[in-house]
């Protein structure tokens, strides 16, 4: 509009859909952050989850699984975490525990395990661990038994103290659960500085349980067939024969952390002509195939060793390697055969031949050592009718051989020049001991604990 010629001009705008355009532009980037934030929370969330079931799975050690669940836990869901494992009927083992200010938590309040407990107790944790849902909690703490804290029940007491030295304000006991078994508890707790545990906190809680608990039952089965197969394998090892002119020794020690047991052997048995066959022995594999094919090839060595006593030992694993070939005994295996014999002038001769294994160690009455090196060949059922040799050497009155499988000189940690260093130092040390004290003693003292052991040894009789 115009207000006369020189006047001033005035436009007039309409705001309206322009403001209703802007603030549809604000809620879409508003949207979209929303959007962002939440598919970042989840990503996050994703990926914790994906770094706590590789812990879980990456050990099938359950106190390791439990405690670097524990670590993970804290502080990303609470202040400190308490994992408590049921052992037996109303008992319980506390197996993992961590809090984000050990400086200020004494160790002994997170370290004692739980009392027992009755099936009907009223205490949150053994109503939990008795098949209830999760639990929530918030200070002020008490057992849930109506009656004095003097008389009340003592796993709610104890659970009530040590929530108290934590200095918790809001807690959480979530069942470790798997199907209808409960094999224990998640105790999540947080400060008075923390927020309370949300809905989503109690979700993602139940789900770290969930997971723990698949890890544990994975952990439980692989320990069930590590149990079979060490019964297994022990079922298999045969007795010692009587044999009064020599000393005979054997001892075979299972791994006591894992399932690697199921396919060392050692063996010894008298020939047609009166020589005397030592064996040590180990098949591919740690498990119950492998003790099973450990079977299989240790009968038939005996059965050729029987069946053509003339025959040198390399010619007898010569022949065991061709009948593992035909037969499809194992894929492969170590092996060292060794012969005994008298001779008439009451000296005492060893023929030997080595399969891929570690040599005999021959310790003499004054203990001095050395290892028998010759008659080395490639292990049993790479190539079949390989030559392979053997060796003989008179044995000195008094002395010592000794057949043992690499769990005795070969760790993770250990290489096996060190591991056979270590050997001879060990048995040059303990050499006047009773023969089957010595082979307990090598196998407490050297080797891994993770890998099984076997040793065979047998003691010629001293000088008249």
């Known amino acids: 509009a115009a207000d006369g010629p020189g006047g001033a001009v005035v436009v007039f705008h309409d705001t309206g859909a322009e403001r209703e355009r802007i603030d549809r532009s604000a809620d879409r980037y508003a949207y979209s952050e929303m959007a962002r934030e939440q598919a970042e929370y989840e990503l996050a969330e994703a990926t914790w989850l994906g770094d706590l079931t590789l812990a879980l799975v990456s050990t099938l050690e359950a106190d390791e699984a439990l405690a670097r669940v524990a670590r993970l836990l804290v502080p990303r869901l609470a202040d400190a975490a308490v994992i408590d494992l049921v052992v037996d009927r109303g008992r319980v083992r506390r197996t993992a525990w961590t809090h984000q200010d050990t400086d200020q938590v004494p160790a002994e309040v997170l370290e004692a395990d739980p009392p027992a407990y009755a099936e009907a107790s009223a205490a949150p944790l053994a109503q939990v661990l008795t098949g209830g849902p999760t639990q ?111 000393e005979l020794a ?78 499809g005994l194992a894929d492969s ?42 008659a080395h060949s490639m292990l049993i059922g790479l190539r079949p009718n390989t030559v392979r040799p053997t060796a003989t050497t008179e044995l000195p009155p008094g002395s010592t051989v000794l057949l043992y499988t690499d769990g005795l000189i070969e760790s993770r940690t250990q290489d096996i020049d060190t ?46």
Do not use: K
Request: aromatic content about 4%.
């Open 136 to 246: 929530y909690l918030s200070a002020p703490f008490h057992t849930g038994d109506p009656a004095p804290p003097a008389e009340g029940d003592a796993l709610g007491r104890a659970t009530t103290a040590m929530l108290t030295e934590l200095a918790a304000e809001h807690v959480l006991i979530v069942p470790v659960r798997l199907r209808t078994s409960t094999f224990g508890a998640l105790t999540l707790s947080r400060g008075a500085a923390g927020p309370p545990f949300s809905a989503a906190d109690r979700v993602l809680a139940e789900e770290v349980a969930r997971r723990t608990a698949l890890g544990l039952d994975n952990a439980r089965l692989h320990a069930q067939q590590a149990d079979i197969a060490a019964t297994l394998q022990r079922a298999l090892l045969t007795d010692l024969p009587d044999v009064s002119t020599l």
């Open 250 to 327: 054997a001892h075979y020690r299972p791994a006591e952390r894992t399932a690697e047991v199921g396919g060392d052997w050692y063996d010894a048995f008298p020939l047609p002509d009166g020589d005397l066959a030592l064996v040590v022995g180990d098949v591919t594999g740690h498990d119950i195939q492998a003790a099973a094919r450990m079977s299989e090839l240790r009968n038939m060595l005996r059965a050729l060793a029987v069946d053509r006593p003339d025959e040198d030992p390399g010619t007898i694993l010569r022949r065991l390697d061709n009948a593992q070939a035909h037969l």
């Open 333 to 374: 295996a170590t092996v060292v055969l060794a012969r005994l014999h008298a001779l008439p002038d009451g000296a005492w001769q060893l023929s030997w031949s080595t399969a891929g294994h570690p040599p005999p160690l021959l310790i003499t009455a004054d203990g001095r050592t050395r290892y028998l090196t010759d």
């Open 419 to 464: 591991g056979m260093t270590r050997l001879r130092q060990h048995t040059a040390v303990h050499h006047a001991q009773p023969l089957d004290r010595l082979c307990v003693t090598l196998a407490r003292t050297l080797g891994d604990i993770r890998d099984d052991i076997t040793l065979i040894a047998a003691r010629i009789p001293p000088a008249p």
